[in-house]
């Protein structure tokens, strides 16, 4: 790394190895300083070390409007580069106050630009293996829920020890999806989802083989530390092999199409596996997908740059516990009470591990959690509104299942297949957000589907006994899924793009666990608004009580969102 002030001479060696396709050039420089203008390095070099000697800007070669001829149009020889570096100090970053700002002063092409090409030309099909990945994890947390009953009556679960089923899949990849993504930073992101994807097809054909509640329990244990381990990971390489602006704007719609395809195709999967097949081939159906995934990471994705550090063991124990008891007290809540003993004792043990990382982490050069992230409303607006939105969404899933098969008698089966007009709703709206983004910013676009939320909730709402399927349910199902393909997309953008090259792992991490806590504390809402309602409104009143509950978080959501984000593509 280049440690450079204006006006002192470069380091006498600057690191590039073997001249790669993309030469590195940083400047640190104190947050203090005042710099302004570009400076000039003509770097000599012979493998893979370099000496650099500053120049002024008028002895730098000038190439603008040559045409090429013999000698000429090719890469200047490795024993002299010139590089021309920016001094202009960036107006943030995401790193603590504390420290100099790292800033990327230069990107300039150098030797083996044909390798580049050829990366050039395999970036989408990686951007489709990527969210794959994503796809293969919301299939799996929305199949299973499907083929409960039959998991109950073939291993013989008991009523409370059903909900593990669940539970412990979510217990785990909430409570490890912070450490996982600096896992991902140290030993790279490309090496860490090949890793948790891997753990998660091992498990899930031990899941299928089981005999036992305690065998696929710990299936279950075992595909969420998978899920944790790959989940940030997918992310942070989607930013990697992506330009900002129209080519990231449609890598991300495509990603959170992956999300909202495989919300709504689990469940109807999981109807016909259970039906046809048995509720083991909820568990199989992963392994043919899992390996494709294998291949097609290994294949078409690069590594993303490593930051290699040591691993904050405190801060890792701290967030482990903290995120574990918090997760289990949300899931809890509604079927123990928010004042119930186990609740209680789960906020207690997560307040005390979530104060602990903070102590920890404001003292460690390397922490699992920057703190920075939530110094700032800019960069904590988003994050918290990625927690809401998921928990209107987990709100509107909840109450659809119950007046499904509640009140208009559906099979499960046939509730699954009800969401599909959810889904379509979201694949045309993320098939045009690629197009809207870059040209009237996430804020106008995230926003605008956050209303669209709120509308749909609300008019969710408003149901009736009376209502049928196509008179209750399906406008507001498309209105949810249009809102939901013009929100997460803007809303994950804008969440990455805070974050420095150095910790896109923890941005990723982030946005991922707020999408955990979001789903638990909308669930967690809805159940115990619904059970304290059911009593005296019956089933359409208690779920229309419960929906008008959830109407709080897309509210919340759009206004944080409306206020404090940044556009990053206008």
């Known amino acids: 790394m280049l440690n450079w002030q204006r006006g ?20 640190r420089i104190p947050r203090r300083a005042s710099l302004a203008g570009s400076a000039t390095f003509r770097v000599s070099a012979t493998g893979g070390d370099a000496d650099s000697q500053p120049c002024d800007a008028d002895q730098a070669p000038n190439t603008a409007g040559r045409r090429p001829g013999p000698g000429r149009g090719q890469s200047r020889p490795q024993s002299e580069r010139t590089l021309t570096v920016s001094t202009q100090p960036l107006q943030s970053s995401g790193h603590d106050p504390g420290h100099d700002r790292v800033i990327p002063l230069s990107r300039r092409p150098a030797a083996g630009g044909g390798q580049a090409s050829s990366a050039q030309r395999l970036r989408y099909p990686a951007v489709i293996v990527l969210c794959l990945t994503q796809l293969i994890l919301v299939i799996d947390n929305s199949v299973v829920n499907v083929a409960l009953p039959q998991i109950r009556h073939a291993l013989g679960f008991s009523a409370t020890g059903l909900s593990w089923v669940v539970t412990s899949y979510a217990l785990v990849f909430g409570g490890l999806v912070l450490l996982s993504g600096k896992v991902g930073s140290i030993i790279g992101p490309r090496r860490a989802l090949l890793i948790g ?16 509640p305690a065998m696929l329990i710990a299936a279950r244990v075992l595909q969420g530390v998978g899920a944790a381990l790959a989940a940030p990971s997918t992310l942070v390489l989607l930013m990697s092999i992506t330009r900002p602006g129209p080519q990231r704007a449609r890598a991300m719609s495509v990603f959170v199409l992956s999300i909202g395809i495989g919300a709504g195709l689990g469940l109807v999967l999981g109807g016909l596996l259970t ?6 081939w909820v568990m199989f159906v992963n392994i043919p997908i899992g390996l494709v995934v294998l291949v097609g990471v290994r294949l078409l994705v690069p590594e993303a740059t490593r930051a290699p550090a ?12 903290g995120m574990t008891a918090l997760v289990y007290g949300l899931i809890n809540a509604g079927s123990h009470g928010w004042t119930g003993p186990p609740v209680l004792v789960s906020f207690a043990l997560a307040i005390a591990g979530l104060l602990a990382l903070v102590l920890i982490e404001r003292r460690h050069a390397a922490p699992v959690v920057p703190l920075g992230f939530f110094t700032r409303m800019r960069s904590a ?6 927690m809401l939105i998921p928990a209107g969404q987990a709100g509107f899933l909840y109450s659809a299942a119950l007046f499904t098969q509640n009140a208009l008698g559906f099979t499960p089966l046939q509730t699954g297949l009800s969401v599909l007009p959810f889904s379509a709703a979201l694949l045309v709206t993320n098939l045009l957000t690629g197009r809207l983004v870059p040209r009237h910013g996430e804020r106008v676009i995230g926003s605008l589907g956050m209303s669209a939320l709120l509308a749909g909730l609300v008019w969710m709402s408003r149901v009736d006994a009376a209502d049928t399927f196509a008179g209750g349910l399906l406008g507001p199902f498309v209105l949810l899924g249009l809102g939901a393909g013009l929100t997460v997309a803007p809303l ?15 941005a990723s991490s982030l946005n991922q666990a707020m999408q955990q806590l979001g789903g638990a504390l909308g669930l967690a809402v809805m159940t115990t608004v619904y059970g304290a309602a059911a009593a005296g409104a019956g089933e359409a009143g208690a779920i229309a009580t419960a929906l008008t509950a959830g109407v709080v978080f897309p509210l919340l959501a759009l206004t944080l969102f409306a206020t404090w984000a940044r556009p990053t593509t206008r």
């Open 8 to 27: 002192a001479r470069a380091p006498d060696a600057i690191r590039s190895p073997a001249m790669a396709s993309t030469v590195h050039v940083y400047a």
């Open 197 to 212: 994807v891997s753990v998660f097809t091992v498990a899930s054909a031990l899941g299928g083989a089981a005999t036992t």
């Open 275 to 280: 039906t046809s097949l048995g509720w083991e």
């Open 310 to 321: 040591r691993l904050d063991v405190g801060g890792a124990v701290a967030s482990t516990i």
């Open 381 to 386: 607006a988003p994050l918290l509104a990625m």
């Open 492 to 506: 994950t953008a804008v969440i990455m793009h805070q974050a420095p090259p150095d910790l896109l792992g923890a």
